[in-house]
């Protein structure tokens, strides 16, 4: 079972607005905040956003690099993929992949990907 993924951000308070709904929509709560950072976490596992060092400040992130390419969370149903998307064009969030969704992830797996404020690539997905 995973422990807990921190997450380097650019913007903390920018960050938090966007992840906040996410995942309060999936069931995480607030488990940890300060200055600097945040955490929300559903039973033995938490998610840890921290505000990126100015000197590190000039490197940007990009999901084809070596590195993390995206984070993929569980929906419980078809139903909450849809109303995610309708929740994310309300809020102005581009949705990856659009002409194909929701099958990008090919023809059994019902998805919606998208991006955070630091272009990390997120998906909600639930089997077809």
Aim: charged content about 25%; overall charge negative; some cysteine.
């Amino acid at each position: 079972m995973l422990h807990h993924v921190e997450i380097n951000v650019s913007d903390i308070k920018r960050s938090r607005e966007f992840w906040e709904w996410f995942l309060t929509g999936l069931g995480y709560g607030i488990f940890q905040e300060w200055e600097e950072g945040f955490s929300f976490k559903q039973g033995k596992t938490y998610l840890v956003f921290v505000q990126t060092e100015e000197r590190f400040m000039d490197k940007v992130y990009h999901r084809k690099a070596t590195g993390l390419n995206h984070l993929a969370f569980h929906a419980e149903s078809r139903s909450q993929i849809d109303e995610m998307v309708s929740t994310l064009k309300d809020k102005g969030v581009p949705i990856l992949y659009g002409d194909e969704y929701p099958y990008a992830g090919g023809p059994g797996h019902y998805a919606v990907f998208f991006e955070d404020p630091d272009r990390i690539k997120v998906e909600l997905a639930c089997e077809a």
